[in-house]
């Protein structure tokens, strides 16, 4: 099946070699495709992100580990309900999986052998172990400061480690140059794990009788999850599933928050900001190559950003951890920003969110904190 890759900027189009990155005038690609899914198609489906195989443009020889279907539970934070989906659950500890299945199926399908990604730890995690499922080497490149449980999970899988120091910003350009003589399975550049992370949409639909929630509380680094989570529910609102795309409140650290800059100076692309460490390493984007398109998507669903500071991100790593969730503390950023949300909702608004990464990923960060407090 072949699908082209669409310049949202320009509008050109191009045939997807699995190798080309972006445009020529330097927008990021997206891929043209519309989904046949009926939710009648999923009766009867095991229950995991393949149920929903015809939104999906790929053939049926899939790179799995079960993976999807997160159970979207109710937490009680401040007296004020979430919907909180347990992406924390996933194969690889955080839901970069549903990209990575969905990306390296892609790749296998094209008969690639090798592939680099660069990733502050999760989406490197997820696309060494799919890899590894899928046999295709691999190389990973990643902050030097990235927690140790990342890395050894990373070459665990088998792929080769490259530790960059300096910034994020100089992980990305090392693995760039690495991609010049192979493919780069790239959780940002790449559409294909975008087609992936749309799946927490369908499954969000799902799990709530087929309708969209008010609210959608997401975190913002590169905006992977994001995306894909407003191109899946506008796929079902284009198809009547669903009867409205969810207002998307996007959280950034407040001391890595380039977009929520942006947004309040009412910008169209990320401006460039001063940034200061954070414990949200998984959120630490000062430069993300999507912006322009999670400020639209932002803009278009009526949403909004927020920004939590450090102290609220430890916080609510802390009660989430007293009520019996496990989860690292970019994933808890997350959850700063869904109280401050609910605090201020309407009653009965429907606000969905996730735990985006398992507490295993960061247990020495995490105890540290903790003792902090
Ligand atoms: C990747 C990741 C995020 C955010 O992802 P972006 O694509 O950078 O917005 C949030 N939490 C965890 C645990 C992650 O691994
Ligand atoms: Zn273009």
């Known amino acids: 099946m072949k699908y082209p890759l669409h310049c949202a900027r320009c509008g050109r189009d191009y045939d997807d070699d699995g190798r080309r990155l972006r445009c020529d005038c330097g927008g990021m690609l997206d891929l043209r495709f519309e989904p046949s899914f009926k939710p009648n198609m999923a009766d009867g489906r095991s229950h995991d992100l393949w149920r929903y195989r015809e939104a999906l443009p790929v053939g049926n020889d899939v790179v799995t580990m079960g993976e999807g279907w997160t159970p979207l539970l109710p937490v009680t934070l401040d007296g004020r309900q979430l919907l909180v989906k347990q992406e924390q659950l996933f194969p690889t500890g955080s839901y970069k999986d549903r990209g990575a299945a969905v990306l390296m199926t892609r790749l296998h399908e094209l008969g690639v052998k090798h592939v680099v990604e660069d990733s502050s730890g999760n989406a490197g995690c997820a696309v060494a172990a799919y890899a590894a499922r899928a046999g295709i080497a691999c190389d990973i ?49 790449s559409p294909w794990f975008l087609q992936g992370t749309k799946t927490f949409a369908y499954e969000v639909a799902e799990q709530l ?10 975190p913002t680094g590169n905006g992977t999850l994001l995306l894909g989570a407003y191109m899946g529910f506008v796929e079902l609102a284009r198809s009547g599933i669903v009867n409205h795309v969810p207002r998307i409140v996007a959280v950034q650290a407040a001391a890595c928050a380039p977009l929520a800059a942006a947004f309040a100076a009412g910008l169209d692309e990320p401006v460039a900001v001063h ?47 007293l009520g019996g969730w496990f989860i690292e503390p970019t994933s808890a950023a997350v959850i700063a920003g869904a ?35």
């Open 141 to 189: 490149y990643v902050p030097e400061d990235t927690s140790p449980a990342k890395t050894a999970q990373i070459e665990a899988y088998g792929a080769a480690l490259h530790r960059v120091p300096g910034t994020r910003e100089d992980t990305a350009r090392a693995a760039l140059e690495a991609a010049a003589t192979c493919v780069y399975a790239s959780h940002v550049y």
């Open 209 to 218: 009788g087929w309708t969209a929630p008010d609210t959608l509380v997401l």
């Open 275 to 321: 940034t200061n460490a954070t414990v949200a390493e998984g959120i630490a984007i000062a430069a993300p190559a999507r912006g322009s398109q999670v400020l639209a998507a932002v803009r278009a669903s009526g949403g909004s950003f927020v920004t939590v500071s450090e102290q609220e991100i430890i916080a609510s790593l802390r009660d989430c951890c």
């Open 339 to 373: 109280r401050r949300c609910a605090r201020t909702a309407a009653p009965g608004e429907t606000i969905v969110t996730a735990f985006t990464g398992h507490g295993l990923k960061a247990a020495a960060k995490i105890a540290e904190l903790m003792k902090s407090l």
